[in-house]
């Protein structure tokens, strides 16, 4: 079974310019996570789809940073424009999303993303 | 605040066993997980442990949970080069994950 696909893998681009992350995640997972890792850190949950609607959005800075799950399945994350500390690697996860069992995380390669 | 607190490094040579602890903060977390990343990798899980329990063990890996004191920890039994990585704890509520700040495991040959 595959699992979460994410690409690009590495992203270098110069600040104030545009980038979309994309994630296809494992088939049969209703909820999708953004996270955003910071060198020597955790994950930090971004937001939270289940099935197209965004259900947690809180640490999103929704200044620059936008995301969508259109049909329920792939989903984009954006920053425009980007800004230098936004230099960090993009995780996706996906989960069942079953609140009564355990809901575990599998998580893609990620996006490096260096900003200029 | 939400903190998990982690050590950031240990360094153990091959054959030993290496402990990694990890204090989380949410004492109505449901189960708490371990995860590896390698370089340049995402997060791979490598086991969980229920609430209700205070050990478990998976072939060359154990955890163990006091919930009294909010600690868990992952031991590594016979620990190889290729355990060489970070390791993450994570708590959970409904849904969120929060992670630790990671222990980078090096292992020396």
């Known amino acids: 079974e595959a699992g979460v696909v994410q690409s690009p893998r590495y992203k270098i681009i110069e600040k104030k310019q545009p980038v979309a992350f994309w994630c296809n995640p494992i088939?049969?997972?209703?909820?999708l996570y953004w996270y955003l890792q910071n060198l020597g850190q955790g994950p930090e949950l971004l937001i939270r789809y289940e099935n197209e609607e965004a259900v947690d959005d809180s640490q999103l800075p929704k200044d620059r940073f936008s995301a969508e799950r259109l049909k329920g399945v792939d989903s984009t994350l954006k920053i425009q424009p980007a800004e230098l500390g936004d230099s960090a690697v993009y995780l996706c996860?996906?989960?069942?999303?079953?609140?009564?069992?355990?809901?575990?995380?599998?998580f893609g390669p990620g996006t490096r993303l260096t900003v200029l | 605040g939400e903190d998990v607190e982690q050590s950031l490094f240990l360094s153990v040579r091959e054959g030993d066993s290496s402990v990694i602890n990890c204090t989380y903060t949410d004492s109505s977390s449901t189960y708490l997980y371990w995860y590896k990343q390698e370089p340049g990798a995402g997060l791979q899980l490598l086991t969980y442990?229920?609430?209700?329990?205070d050990m478990k063990q998976d072939q060359r890996l154990t955890v163990l949970l006091n919930k009294k004191d909010k600690h868990l920890s992952l031991r590594i039994a016979d620990t190889q080069t290729g355990d060489s990585a970070i390791y993450f704890c994570?708590?959970?509520?409904?849904?969120?994950?929060?992670f630790g700040t990671g222990t980078r495991l090096k292992v020396l040959a």
């Open positions: 442990i229920f609430s209700n329990m």
């Open positions: 088939s049969g997972h209703n909820t």
């Open positions: 994570a708590e959970t509520g409904t849904y969120k994950y929060i």
């Open positions: 996860a996906s989960s069942l999303g079953d609140p009564f069992q355990k809901d575990t995380q599998y």
